[in-house]
């Protein structure tokens, strides 16, 4: 199988690993990195560029002129993967790189060697092995335990991590998850889930979809993510809820009225 990676950048120009990204390149032929230049104001689209120059076959740069979040980012690079190559996967990864290259092929095994039967796996921090080096803030975690429970209200799917930056999709899926633009910046995660469980029901959706326990994930400070942002998160949730559950709601009984 050959695989895509969509790895977001905005302002990564003095955090991003040159020198990782650049070997990964090289020695992995049948896995291509979509940098997305998120309208970054420091020098990251040259420094992506000089990656791109150094590894020409399997490296794509993408530049978005305007910054408009995480989300509308991996979707366009995603969008080019699934219409420029003919990759069997198209995933994400963030740019620091707080998920390894190597945690992220596990991914990537875990769909080769399902044979047909996993379409999604997403990585996880919240899954103890028993052997995984997981480093998180207490705060941000007792932060994002609260989140992961509003999610799961909206959602009504047990998933230890939605938020993980490290997710894989087969292309098949591309087209469902992202033809259309996405309602957050950030949670844009809550809304693929609830998009694919929409489409193919919430059975189907469980028999496709695997979360796999992250070795190690170290969390690198520098994050995009303000403390606005954070604060508006539970406001941003209750509106994707009105967007992908009640919105629909509200129109079937309008549509049953009008008959």
């Not at 977001?8 to 997305?36: G, M, Q, W």
């Not at 080019?80 to 003919?86: G, M, P, V």
């Not at 604060?231 to 009984?253: S, T």
Request: glycine share 6%; with cysteine.
């Amino acid at each position: 199988m050959k695989h895509g990676i969509v790895i977001p950048c905005y302002n990564e120009s003095s955090r991003l690993e040159l020198n990782t990204f650049i070997e990964f390149a090289k020695n992995h032929h049948d896995i291509t990195l979509c940098f997305v230049n998120d309208g970054s104001s420091d020098p990251t689209r040259s420094t992506l560029a000089g990656i791109k120059n150094l590894v020409h076959e399997n490296v794509f740069v993408f530049n978005v002129e305007k910054n408009a979040g995480k989300a509308n980012a991996v979707r366009q690079g995603a969008l080019f993967l699934h219409r420029e190559t003919d990759v069997d996967t198209i995933g994400f990864l963030d740019a620091d790189l707080s998920t390894s290259f190597q945690d992220y092929g596990d991914l990537l095994t875990e769909i080769e060697s399902s044979k047909g039967n996993l379409k999604i796996v997403f990585g996880s921090r919240n899954i103890n092995d028993g052997v995984n080096e997981i480093e998180r803030n207490p705060i941000r975690k007792l932060v994002s335990d609260m989140i992961r429970v509003l999610i799961f209200m909206i959602t009504r799917l047990r998933i230890a991590d939605t938020q993980c930056g490290a997710k894989v999709f087969h292309r098949e899926l591309i087209p469902m998850i992202y033809d259309q633009s996405f309602f957050s910046r950030w949670l844009f995660d809550v809304e693929i889930l609830l998009r694919v469980k929409k489409k193919m029901g919430k059975d189907s959706f469980l028999g496709i979809f695997l979360e796999k326990p992250l070795k190690t994930w170290v969390h690198m400070e520098g994050s995009k993510l303000s403390a606005k942002d954070s604060i508006m998160i539970p406001w941003n949730l209750i509106q994707i809820w009105l967007e992908y559950e009640c919105k629909p709601m509200l129109k079937n009984a309008h549509l049953v009225v009008k008959r």
